[in-house]
T-cell receptor, first 115, second 116 residues
Framework: DTAVSQTPKYLVTQMGNDKSIKCEQN?????MYWYKQDSKKFLKIMFS???????INETVPNRFSPKSPDKAHLNLHINSLELGDSAVYFC??????????????FGPGTRLTVL | AQSVTQLGSHVSVSEGALVLLRCNYS??????LFWYVQYPNQGLQLLLK??????LVKGINGFEAEFKKSETSFHLTKPSAHMSDAAEYFC??????????????FGKGTLLTVNP
């Protein structure tokens, strides 16, 4: 069974379009994340949700809007796509609390290419 | 602010040779430190983590790392490289975000290639 899954795996679209990426985890975790990995492999957190509540919101353009319908799902909607949005987007999940050192489990990534 | 610096964006070793990937951290409080591995076209997978217990941490696939506070380092080692170890390796440190959540801050990664 896939622990953290993302769809689609590849997404090719034109500038100006709106697109969504979906993420689901079946680990029973209470926290989910979105990361962006650029062409130089640099990973940066974008958002974090804990029990459907937005916890971390980094300096991300407001064209990016995460939505968490329940604890097991965290979707990412992107409006008015730009060339600079081309990247690999990773979803991750963990069981949080006050420990602060719990492992994050990553999905396989969605490679977004904006033409 | 907490951060990690990975020295060397690319490390190349021969099969059977020692693997040493360097990571130095900066933190105003005792950190939690992690090493993740990313195989080509895959997501990240945890290799090992330091959580203020033993300073020598053993992980999966024969990797280990030692936390050295005096050197602010958390270098990753493996005695004998296998071809299957070829991947991108990321050092990361936690940083408390909002509420009770911690935020992982990653280094820029080190690409390990293993030559036959």
């Amino acid at each position: 069974d896939t622990a953290v899954s993302q769809t689609p795996k590849y997404l090719v679209t034109q500038m100006g379009n709106d697109k969504s990426i979906k993420c689901e985890q079946n680990l029973g975790h209470d926290t989910m994340y979105w990361y962006k990995q650029d062409s130089k492999k640099f990973l940066k957190i974008m958002f974090s949700y804990n029990n459907k509540e937005l916890i971390i919101n980094e300096t991300v353009p407001n064209r990016f809007s995460p939505k968490s319908p329940d604890k097991a799902h965290l979707n990412l909607h992107i409006n008015s796509l730009e060339l600079g949005d081309s990247a690999v987007y990773f979803c991750a999940s963990s069981q949080e609390g006050l420990a602060g050192y719990n492992e994050q489990f990553f999905g396989p990534g969605t490679r977004l290419t904006v033409l | 602010a907490q951060s990690v610096t990975q020295l060397g964006s690319h490390v190349s070793v021969s099969e059977g040779a020692l693997v040493l990937l360097r990571c130095n951290y900066s933190s105003s409080v005792p950190p939690y430190l992690f090493w993740y591995v990313q195989y080509p076209n895959q997501g990240l997978q945890l290799l090992l983590k330091y959580t203020s217990a033993a300073t020598l941490v053993k992980g999966i696939n024969g990797f280990e790392a030692e936390f050295k506070k005096s050197e602010t380092s958390f270098h990753l080692t493996k005695p004998s490289a296998h071809m299957s170890d070829a991947a991108e390796y990321f050092c990361a440190v936690t940083k408390r975000g909002g509420g009770s959540n911690y935020k992982l801050t990653f280094g820029k990664g080190t690409l390990l290639t293993v030559n036959p």
